[in-house]
């Protein structure tokens, strides 16, 4: 078993943790996640297909199996960590991620903690040295902004942390990455458990709009690396610092390039000119990537090639492509 996996079967209470055991023996990387429901079987995640752990299914999870497999991801201190469940999720160990499902307790409109528990989701940090290589090329040929795109689970942290490493150690460029969720670089006691490369400052458990300011005005980094835009915060942040001549990398939720133009806190990015460059990861893990040229999608830098459909909707060119 991969080091990075070896405490993921302590989480579970017998009989799970032995079924677990043999499947990250078995599957390894393949793993993208494990999930728990209440009532239902434990079941694991590979390339978005959802898989029973075991043959028949396995036992059905019961609440009490939640509660004792949240106390374990805490260190046996719920309390420690409310901040961070109140966020939907817990940070551990190795870059790895428990998100939770259950009943919220609000107040002033905040969500001030959770109780009983009703679902988990264990997803598993993934590092691939080098799957990004081509696109890390283009953005040495044509160092432009780039936004990644995929739907949830495509693989677009994974992207970006290899991209992050290549920019740092490959082309000698000072990056800040604000690591919202500690799940990129995935940093304990000071120090990245994932290769971010030598030449990246970290910043974690910040909000990203709070976090694009600080590392500018603290660490001058000529890359920010941010995961996940989701909200117009994010993106007047970023807009303020392309101000100031810096590049950025970032990931957003997108199954095509159309869809940009359907949401408004895109269609702001777009308008705005701020990234050059779109990289789409398609279902079968291959990356396609798109330059843009004042609203104009391109391939590459030769501009004859039909058939491509522009972010837009008006057909243009071939995207160039690469596997993940």
Known sequence: MEERLEKIPLLFPEPYKSAVEALLEEKGERVEEIRLRAGSPVSWVTRGRELWLTDRGGPAVSPRVLEELVRRASGHAVYAVQEQLCRGFLPLEGGHRLGLAGTASLEDGRVTSFREPQALCLRLASERLGCADPLAGELWADPVSTLILGPPGAGKTTVLRDLVRQLSDRFSRRVGLVD????????????????????????????KELGIELLLRSMAPAWIAVDEITGIRDVEALLRASYCGVRFLATAHAARFEDLRLRPVYRTLLDAGLFGRFALILPDRSIKWERMNHGMDQAGRDGNDPGCLALGGAPRRAAAQTEL
Do not use: K, M, S
């Open 180 to 207: 919202e969720r500690g799940e990129i670089a995935a940093c304990r006691n000071g120090c990245p458990q994932l290769n971010v490369g030598r030449r990246t400052d970290v910043l974690t458990g910040c909000p």
